[in-house]
């Protein structure tokens, strides 16, 4: 009849709205697709995907910039609450000082920087990580960095043992087969940068950092081992590779240095 056709005598509630899509796609079904060909909807639908599943890298690196930014008020190192974490700002470029590379895993935000290591030379900027693993001297340069755009990193201690319990209780991986290198740099992948986002993030609510924290910095050691420096990392954690023996040589040159030499 001309009113079906015309749509009179229909409830109005029944006429999806572009104000109304969740809602009508959450109690009828059978009009998705119908709200589909609407490009105003088509946008909303979009919104509401990006909104639901906001986790891609873009995302992420920009939101962990964005947290450790607010907690460097002021060009310098900080310590937090949880342990091995700590935040870097510097807002002036062409920087060096001499420094020695402890263990652990440098997260590069914002700027570029440049670590040297005898007659090696590693650079590494926005979503960049450092990896050291032994004790070693080096040189730190800020490559990039203003007080407009000031360079910014952040950094895990590494703890070896828990490394290489998590390295045992991992199927059998290859180790790096190249010369001995105390220092190597790849980019962070997506898991990587989640990862470090939750830590930092439970700053927020430092009561969840005991039970949390332990979590997630093991989370971030395996992503670690796995990764592209997981060959690098595995060589210091395996018995017999050159990189164990100049591990452990360091480790006990640490510990016997105030002995007397007999």
Request: hydrophobic share 35%; proline share 7%.
């Amino acid at each position: 009849s001309a009113s079906k056709k015309s749509g009179i005598g229909r409830s109005a509630t029944h006429r999806p709205t572009a104000e109304q899509p969740r809602i009508w796609r959450q109690r009828f079904p059978k009009y998705r697709r119908a709200l589909s060909r609407r490009p105003d909807i088509v946008l909303t639908r979009r919104a509401a995907f990006k909104k639901i599943f906001p986790m891609n890298a873009s995302v992420i690196y920009s939101n962990l910039k964005k947290e450790v930014l607010k907690r460097l008020p002021r060009p310098g190192s900080y310590s937090c609450a949880v342990p091995g974490l700590e935040f870097f700002r510097v807002d002036e470029s062409k920087r060096s000082e001499n420094c020695f590379y402890k263990t652990k895993i440098v997260l590069m935000l914002q700027g570029r920087k440049r670590a040297l290591i005898g007659r090696d030379e590693y650079s590494y900027g926005p979503g960049q990580c450092l990896v050291s693993g032994v004790d070693v001297p080096g040189t730190s340069y800020v490559a990039e960095g203003s007080p407009e755009k000031p360079a910014l990193a952040i950094s895990l201690a590494l703890d070896m043992g828990m490394v290489s319990r998590l390295l045992s209780e991992m199927p059998t991986l290859p180790v790096s087969g190249g010369p001995c290198r105390g220092i190597a740099v790849a980019d962070a992948d997506l898991g990587m940068l989640d990862a470090f986002l939750r830590l930092v993030r439970l700053l927020d609510s430092e009561g969840d950092i005991p039970i949390f924290a332990p979590i997630i910095i093991r989370e971030i050691y395996s992503r670690l081992l796995v990764g592209p420096l997981g060959g690098h990392v595995r060589g210091f954690c395996t018995r017999g590779t050159q990189n164990n023996r100049i591990m452990r040589a360091v480790d006990w040159l640490k510990g016997n240095y105030d002995k007397p030499i007999r």
